[in-house]
């Protein structure tokens, strides 16, 4: 069964970063055609892709945020990890991870429960 | 970058009704589209992708279609666990880009 959850404070203050951790389950980041990705929903708003990184460690932005995150992975721990910089109110979010459709890239097939993040001083 | 166009923005219907949403992408996608749904409170749903293949465990009464610009979303047949939010995406070189959603709700 595959399975994600993520991680994270939630709470941050303005100008912080946000450091959120997604461990998941019932596969590998190793296999080829294998990535993961994180979306984010404002309270009563839209979905939004934020990142994705790939089983050969490439990784991809969302153009308008590329240049306050950061994706990363650690296979021996089954995690990936989203660093975002200088947050900001409007950042407040529930943040998933999701797993990409195996060698589809094309959509979300499995997701986490979501956390919550609130940015307020 | 491409936008995507998804309408109604609500939809009203009963048990039983037949209804579509559509979504519409500002330059040719192929059928690099997928639908999903959401509840308050929870995660989203995949149902279908590349714009006409049903995801596994998705009941039937949820079928997709379209090509290009045009893309829509039709569920036969209106349960009530069907009462939701539903959102089109698209992937197109390594972005990905949703809708703005349609909530469908009980008339």
């Known amino acids: 069964q595959v399975t994600l959850r993520e991680s994270g404070p939630a709470l941050v203050k303005p100008t912080q970063t946000l450091t959120l951790t997604c461990v998941f389950s019932?596969?590998?980041?190793?296999?080829?055609?294998?990535?993961v990705s994180w979306v984010r929903q404002p309270p009563g708003r839209a979905l939004e892709w934020l990142a994705r990184?790939?089983?050969?460690?490439?990784?991809h932005y969302d153009t308008s945020l590329k240049t306050r995150l950061t994706i990363s992975k650690d296979t021996s721990k089954n995690q990936v990890v989203l660093t975002m910089t200088n947050v900001d109110p409007v950042d407040t979010a529930t943040y998933y991870c999701?797993?990409?459709?195996?060698?589809?890239?094309?959509?979300?097939?499995?997701w986490g429960q979501g956390t919550t993040v609130t940015v307020s001083s | 970058d491409i936008q995507l166009t998804q309408s109604p923005s609500t939809l009203s219907a009963s048990v039983g009704d037949k209804v579509t949403i559509t979504c519409r992408a500002s330059?040719?996608?192929?059928?690099?589209l997928a639908w999903y749904q959401q509840k308050p409170g929870k995660a989203p749903k995949l149902l279908i992708y590349?714009?006409?293949i049903l995801e596994d465990g998705v009941p039937s009464s949820f079928s997709g279609s379209g090509s290009g610009t045009e893309f829509t979303l039709t569920i036969n047949s209106l349960q009530p666990d069907d009462f939701a939010t539903y959102y089109c995406?698209?992937?197109?070189?390594?972005?990905?880009?949703f809708g703005q959603g349609t909530r469908l709700e009980i008339k």
């Open positions: 990184i790939d089983w050969d460690d490439a990784k």
């Open positions: 019932g596969f590998s980041l190793n296999s080829a055609g294998m990535c």
């Open positions: 590349k714009a006409s």
């Open positions: 995406q698209l992937y197109k070189s390594y972005s990905y880009t």
């Open positions: 999701a797993r990409i459709r195996y060698y589809g890239f094309d959509s979300f097939d499995i």
């Open positions: 330059q040719s996608i192929s059928t690099w």
